[in-house]
């Protein structure tokens, strides 16, 4: 295995709000459980995944959203997961190959993945220079509930993990229930989706009736199953994401007598259904991971082949008072909300930064090398803080840091520096001083017309 470059050069940028090669900084890497080979291999197309792991395997799902985007990963990276081995320990055996520097981004594909496994992942990036992100579709993080996945990241500050809700993956389910008894019938349709569904004519008794509606509905392409659960309660399994139902049964079936049954609509579980391939971390991924570190925000960006959700004001406030992003319709096109990792940063800032340090530490590294030596003198010095100086321009240029603000660098004079460091060949500390670009993600406007 390569020795390091932090074991020559120590460098620590820290952020007042608070290593990978420079060009892993595109890569991403899916830590695959369906992969058989022992290395970690490349792939640069959808077919070259599903040749190697099946169109449907969970692998091929994420590499699907990865390539779909905008602007999509030259090559993505897959390795094995062992699943009957500590994730923790599988990762850092993934990380002694390459010596890690060939990607930056780590997501998981396993069809069984659960809640330990990503809190296991987010512990183990926390440690290392590169990012991690899933996508869940718990209910509870719609809610004030705080056991759920985001809520225990966000309590743990973790800023190198970030997070999508989905309500993909799993199937809604409706409970239809009749709120009165009904004596006698005369009817007219429902819809469903906009289909009209044939009047069911009252028999016996609403148990007869109920039974014929659910075999009615589950005519409908829409439903998978539909089923009389309980008295005048029908259970709806939807195939499909958010079919419409529309059944007013005091139209459906008109009573007789002086009372009057309708029917009551609950949605019990939220889903899209099993057809929906949304990964949404691998979608943000592959729209965001081929441009410059740090120059474009991870909000506002609309996604190829994934769904929005519809989320009320209050799901919406619960999700994203938990640091995990959403993708919804807002205006004319869908868009992702808020690019933040679980400890509230920017996704932008973390990865900027990250590039910022591994492009300081291969230019300084390479001038070590390159050079038959650099001398302990103030222009030795120089040519150090010269590197660091064109690595924080590129910064500046690739829009991590703020050109308005100009960075600041200064470095201890060689006669100023303890004669142990000198005898040690540290060089002096070399310190600089720079501003976040930033991004601009609200804008309020005030303006006076007058005639």
């Known amino acids: 295995m390569s020795q390091p470059i932090s074991d020559y050069i120590d460098i620590q940028i820290t952020r007042d709000t608070i290593q990978v090669t420079r060009t892993g900084f595109g890569v991403p890497l899916v830590f695959s459980a369906e992969a058989t080979f022992s290395d970690v291999r490349s792939f640069s197309t959808i077919t070259e995944v599903r040749d190697e792991f099946g169109s449907n395997s969970e692998t091929a799902k994420q590499a699907e959203r990865l390539f779909d985007q905008k602007f999509k990963p030259a090559i993505i990276q897959v390795a094995r997961w062992d699943t009957a081995n500590d994730l923790t320990d599988e990762l850092d055996a993934l990380i002694q190959k390459e010596n890690g520097n060939s990607w930056y981004s780590l997501e998981l594909a396993y069809d069984q993945l659960d809640d330990t496994d990503i809190l296991d992942a987010a512990a183990w990036v926390s440690g290392q220079k590169k990012i991690f992100g899933y996508q869940s579709n718990t209910e509870d993080i719609l809610t004030a509930s705080t056991s759920d996945i985001a809520s225990s990241l966000k309590t743990l500050n973790n800023e190198r993990t970030f997070g999508f809700y989905t309500s993909a993956g799993k199937k809604q389910i409706l409970t239809l229930t009749l709120d009165a008894d009904f004596v006698t019938a005369n009817v007219t349709n429902g819809t469903i989706d906009g289909i009209a569904i044939t009047p069911v004519p009252f028999t016996t008794n609403h148990d007869d009736t109920m039974t014929a509606l659910a075999v009615e509905l589950a005519l409908n392409a829409s439903i998978e199953t539909a089923v009389v659960s309980a008295p005048r309660v029908i259970t709806i399994t939807c195939l499909n994401e958010f079919p419409t139902i529309n059944i007013d049964m005091q139209s459906f079936i008109i009573t007789l007598g002086a009372s009057q049954a309708g029917i009551v609509i609950i949605e019990t579980q939220r889903g899209r259904g099993d057809t929906i391939n949304n990964q949404l971390h691998a979608a943000i991924l592959g729209r965001m991971m081929p441009l410059d570190a740090g120059s474009a925000t991870w909000k506002f960006k609309n996604l190829i082949n994934v769904a929005p959700d519809e989320l009320t004001t209050t799901e919406k406030t619960n999700a994203l008072g938990k640091n995990i992003n959403l993708y919804l319709e807002t205006g004319p096109l869908a868009n992702t909300r808020e690019g933040t990792m679980a400890s509230g940063e920017f996704i932008d800032v973390i990865r900027g930064i990250d590039k910022l340090e591994a492009g300081i530490s291969e230019s300084i590294f390479t001038v070590l090398i390159a050079l038959e030596k650099v001398p302990y003198t103030n ?73």
């Open 379 to 451: 222009d030795g010095v120089n040519t150090i803080v010269n590197e660091v100086s064109k690595e924080l321009q590129i910064a500046t240029d690739e829009g991590i840091l703020s050109a308005e603000r100009p960075f600041v660098i200064e470095a201890d004079l060689v006669e100023n520096v303890p004669s142990s460091q000198r005898a040690a060949r540290i060089a002096p500390d070399i310190k600089f001083t720079a501003f976040l670009a930033g991004a601009i993600h609200k804008v309020v406007i005030r303006g006076r017309i007058s005639v």
